[in-house]
Every structure is written in structure tokens, then in C-alpha cells.
């Protein structure tokens, strides 16, 4: 009943800037937290970025200043803005929303994953 589309991924240089969305399709009430993670080969997946319905946000130590989550309620999306990339930044990056899909039942869903692939 909820499907998770991301884009924006791809293949650039150190120093440069990528936008990824993330946009949520079903039936559904609301969206409650957006959230994105990162996982490179051999390691765990790890909390890049979140941002709640009153648009609090939180990040992780490695991207502060350099990262920013946003969300659209609107087009129920949520959007990754990193700038500055580091090869250290390369991984796949996974959205996860929480969303409400009956009454009082709350759901994880998970995107697909984009790669993002940052060169020296």
C-alpha cells in the first residue's frame, strides 16, 4: 500500500553537491518522521539525517554544516541536500519514513537506495 521512490545518486567529485529525494506513493494518513541513512560495503547502516513532522532535525557528526534535510508535505517527500562531499560520504543512502497507514498503526518503510559515489 506504500511504495518509497528515491533518485538522485550518482558518480561526482570531491567538493561537489548532490540532491537526493525520496518520495512516498499509496494510501496512507500521514508521514510522521523522514529520515536518511547511509551504508558502505562491510558496514553497518548508520542515521545520516532526520527531521520530524514540526521540522526538527538532527544529524550526524560527520555531516553537520555539509548535509541538510528538508521535507515537501505536499509531494510527501523528503529531500538529502549535501554539499561539500567527501569520498568518506560514498555509500548507498536509504530513505526511511515512519508513516501512519490506519488508525494509531505506524509503519517503517524503507526506499530502494541510491548509490553515491564521491571521487578524489
Known amino acids: 500500500q506504500v511504495q518509497l521512490v528515491e533518485s538522485g545518486g550518482g558518480l561526482v567529485q570531491a567538493g561537489e553537491s548532490l540532491r537526493l529525494s525520496c518520495a512516498a506513493s499509496?494510501?496512507?494518513?500521514?508521514?510522521?518522521?523522514m529520515g536518511w541513512y547511509r551504508q558502505a560495503p562491510g558496514r553497518q547502516r548508520d542515521l545520516v539525517a532526520g527531521i520530524t513532522r514540526g521540522g526538527s532535525t538532527n544529524y550526524a557528526d560527520s555531516v553537520k554544516g555539509r548535509f541538510t534535510i528538508s521535507r515537501d508535505n505536499s509531494k510527501n517527500t523528503v529531500y538529502l541536500q549535501m554539499n561539500s562531499l567527501k569520498p568518506e560520504d560514498t555509500a548507498v543512502y536509504y530513505c526511511n519514513l515512519r508513516i501512519r497507514t490506519g488508525y494509531s498503526i505506524d509503519s517503517d518503510y524503507w526506499g530502494q537506495g541510491t548509490q553515491v559515489t564521491v571521487s578524489s
Open positions: 499509496g494510501r496512507f494518513f500521514s508521514i510522521n518522521t
